[in-house]
């Protein structure tokens, strides 16, 4: 299921009102073709109001004219009509999980990945994070399994937003004409792919939008029925969630300027490895993500489960959530379609790295080993990470490279040591137990 989130979505809705008939579909001889959808053209005029609603042929007539225009755009045909269903937010949070317990081994390791990103601490889990993020903010999506659009209502007066559609829209067309990726290795791996899949879509939508006013008749847009802002939550957290919908359009564009529609499509055979080739385009296919291996020094106190990788737009997270960054490098010169800018010196010479979560009696921990580009590359995220312990979390330094957070959700035991290119970052309840986790002998 693909979500669209607040503040770069808008919502599809159904409305209980009337409103003036569509006009009549356009004639289409030659059947069934690029551009036409179910007798509607990509260039036709509706007569239809959305400010007071859509009744049920209307919003058939304004789904039609929108996959025409997809279709235009995309260059590939719908094989089937996408049906769009609407529901209520308060059905939204009914049906969707607000599971919020950390019973499992896989669960447990979670909780550690998002703590070592310094993203959810201990006072909460990372399932309420989450929930907290969604709950108020998605306003639509495509869910495969039903081959349907569903979208979240929020206004008393329902109406449709053109580029919510069309964005839903494109995902129903690379479910019936590309696919919709998996099998990722991992997280990061899992966040490229959704960059391809989101940043076709998101691409596509700005290309429609470009086009509204001069080329084509299209109608307003309506305010924003979201439940809320999201000044009020992890806002470092959200931007892991954002990453593919931010950096895959810039990365879709890159690819599409190289190689036309051809190109992208291949993305969808061979997609993007790491987060790290989708804020840097042309590092991709190249460049792939290193093997970093952390072999396992932990005493019988401890218990090594599966590894994992955080990957550099969720480091580039961390600093920034942890204000070891300066906040305002995250609009400063975005790339082309995209939000944000995700890159800083910080994190932008990302080779690989693994995170090995260790479950404890007496408290969890983690040994998160990462690679850099170069050395100095190497220096730049050992003195900003640092810093993040220092300053942002007020950590005491206990000895060389050993730190103590006394207070907080983040309160641990640190030990932070850098071998050329490479940066190790251990983590336990005490400091004591360092040394359980991770034997630097």
């Not at 993020?133 to 659009?149: A, P």
């Not at 990453?243 to 061979?270: C, I, K, M, Q």
């Not at 004591?432 to 034997?439: C, K, R, T």
Request: proline share 6%; hydrophobic share 35%; charged share 25%.
């Amino acid at each position: 299921m693909k979500l669209r989130l607040l503040a770069v979505v808008c919502c599809l809705v159904l409305a209980g009102c009337a409103a003036p008939a569509p006009a009549a579909p356009s004639p289409s001889p030659d059947g069934d073709r690029l551009g036409v959808e179910n007798g509607y053209a990509a260039t036709d005029e509706l007569a239809v109001d959305p400010s007071d609603g859509l009744n049920e042929s209307e919003l058939d007539a304004v789904v039609a004219r929108t996959m025409a225009r997809v279709e235009v755009i995309r260059g590939l045909e719908f094989r089937e009509t996408v049906p769009v269903e609407v529901i209520s937010r308060e059905e939204y949070l009914n049906g969707s999980s607000r599971d919020t317990t950390v019973d499992t081994a896989a669960e447990r390791a979670r909780e550690q990945r998002y703590e070592a990103a310094m993203l959810v601490g201990e006072d909460r889990t990372v399932g309420g994070a989450f929930a907290e993020i969604y709950g108020g903010s998605v306003l639509g999506y495509y869910s495969s399994s039903s081959d349907q659009i569903v979208i979240v209502s929020g206004n008393e007066t329902p109406t449709v937003d053109r580029t919510t559609l069309a964005h839903e829209l494109v995902h129903a067309l690379q479910d019936q004409q590309l696919s919709l990726l998996g099998g990722a290795a991992g997280p990061d791996e899992r966040m490229a792919q959704t960059g391809v899949v989101e940043g076709d879509a998101s691409y596509v939508e700005a290309r429609y939008e470009e086009r509204c006013g001069e080329q084509w008749d299209c109608i307003d847009r309506p305010a924003s029925s979201s439940a809320g802002g999201i000044a009020d939550r992890n806002l470092g957290l959200y931007l892991t969630v954002y990453a593919p919908y931010s950096e895959g359009p810039t990365f879709v564009h890159h690819t599409y300027r190289a190689g036309g529609w051809a190109a992208v499509n291949d993305l969808y055979v061979r997609p993007p490895r790491s987060s790290e080739q989708l804020i840097h385009p042309p590092d991709y296919p190249a460049d792939r993500p290193a093997s970093v291996i952390v072999p396992d020094r932990s005493t019988a106190a401890f218990e090594r489960a599966s590894p994992t990788t955080l990957g550099e737009a969720t480091l580039f997270a961390m600093l920034w959530q942890q204000r070891a960054i300066d906040r305002g490098t995250l609009s400063n010169d975005p790339g082309p379609y995209s939000a944000y800018n995700y890159s800083h010196p910080a994190t932008a010479g990302w080779g690989g790295d693994t995170l090995v979560p260790y479950f404890g009696e007496e408290g969890d921990g983690y040994v998160l080993k990462t690679r850099w580009e170069s050395e100095r590359d190497a220096r730049q995220f050992a003195r900003a990470y640092r810093g993040l312990l220092t300053e942002s979390l007020n950590a005491t330094a206990e000895g060389e490279g050993v730190y103590r957070v006394s207070e907080g959700s983040f309160a641990d035991a640190f030990r932070v040591t850098r071998e050329g290119r490479t940066v190790r970052i251990v983590n336990a309840p005490t400091f004591d137990a360092l040394d359980e986790v991770h034997d630097p002998a």
